[in-house]
């Protein structure tokens, strides 16, 4: 009788795994954060989706950078100017089959992949239980990044993933914040998607050391006209200027980036 | 937004199909002689000559949708 009870349990694992890995996900994220360490007023939003293809693969990115990819790719790409500007400019992708991360940064003049292995030491709390979205949630923690986290993961939902560059729990990760929250995801929809195109050409991104990266901010940092390098494109000094000029402005307050080291 | 976008539209599809010869400080003469060039309206009211060559509508509408003549 145990053994049946056994079998049981192991087929209604296996059942929930395979209707979920036959299918295409959309996770959609509210991404709360601080943009400035030293004004805990200064709070922004944005939405986020983690698409799950039935190929093993995740893309994690801002929805504003989704619409972005897929209507340059359009035919209608002057339907661009209706949306706007994502704050963050990553496309992170991982791949179920190993730890190699690869984040797709899109800087308009200047594309670069990065890629790096995350290690992720999870310390699994299972007294800690909540409700989120319906599903039973069990909580884990994490250092990444200079930040420490609280995850609440559930096992209902047998894909291994989550937002940003977390993933590895038993389950899927619904909320994770940092332990000071200046950074917070929150699952509101899970969705099933009929087809999936990642509208990422990840032949047009060249590979780009971390260090190599950090200079490139540095850079653009100083100069943020960089980005719209352009030969063939001719626009009167003054709008360049008036792009340095509000971008630096704006930058002085961007001081708490999601990853601290 | 929807009389930018409308401006926009038309000002791009007039001036990807005509020339102008029409010189700015930016823009040396025997330059704008091989550009085409049209007036783009930004999001916060700006007008602005833009001049372009060998450039896709693709990669021209990405620049200007992130430069938006610098507004904010």
């Keep these: 009788m145990k053994n049946y009870k056994l079998l049981f349990l192991i087929l209604v694992i296996f059942s929930a795994q395979s209707i979920f890995s036959q299918n295409n996900y959309r996770i959609k994220y509210e991404l709360t954060y601080q943009i400035d360490s030293t004004d805990a007023n200064n709070i922004q939003y944005d939405i986020m989706y983690l698409d799950i293809s039935q190929k093993n693969e995740s893309f994690f990115r801002p929805e504003s950078v989704f619409l972005k990819d897929s209507i340059l790719q359009s035919n209608n790409p002057n339907a661009l100017f209706s949306i706007t500007k994502p704050k963050f400019r990553y496309s992170i992708v991982k791949n179920s089959d190993g730890e190699k991360i690869n984040s797709f940064y899109d800087y308009t003049a200047y594309k670069f992949k990065l890629s790096e292995d995350v290690n992720l030491n999870w310390k699994l709390d299972n007294k800690e239980k909540k409700k989120i979205l319906g599903y039973n949630a069990r909580k884990a923690t994490v250092s990444y990044g200079g930040r420490n986290y609280i995850a609440w993961y559930t096992n209902e939902i047998s894909i291994q993933d989550g937002p940003y560059k977390f993933k590895g729990l038993p389950g899927l990760i619904l909320e994770i914040h940092d332990d000071q929250n200046h950074y917070s995801f929150k699952a509101f929809s899970i969705q099933k998607l009929a087809d999936y195109n990642s509208y990422l050409i990840t032949s047009d991104f060249k590979t780009i050391s971390k260090e190599k990266f950090a200079d490139f901010k540095k850079k653009i940092k100083q100069k943020p006209s960089l980005i719209l390098y352009n030969p063939g494109i001719r626009i009167p000094k003054e709008g360049m200027d008036k792009y340095d000029r509000n971008h630096r402005e704006r930058n002085k307050y961007k001081n708490n980036p999601i990853e601290l080291n | ?72």
């Excluded at chain 2, 823009?27 to 783009?40: H, N, P, Q, R, Y």
């Design chain 2, 1 to 72: 937004m929807k009389n930018f976008l409308l401006t926009l539209t038309f000002v791009l599809a007039t001036a990807l199909s005509f020339a102008s010869t029409d010189s700015k400080p930016s823009i040396s003469e025997e330059e704008a002689a091989f550009m085409e060039c049209f007036d783009f309206n930004d999001s916060c009211g700006g007008s602005w000559e833009v001049c372009h060559e060998n450039v896709s509508t693709v990669d021209l509408i990405a620049f200007l949708w992130e430069w938006d003549g610098g507004c904010q």
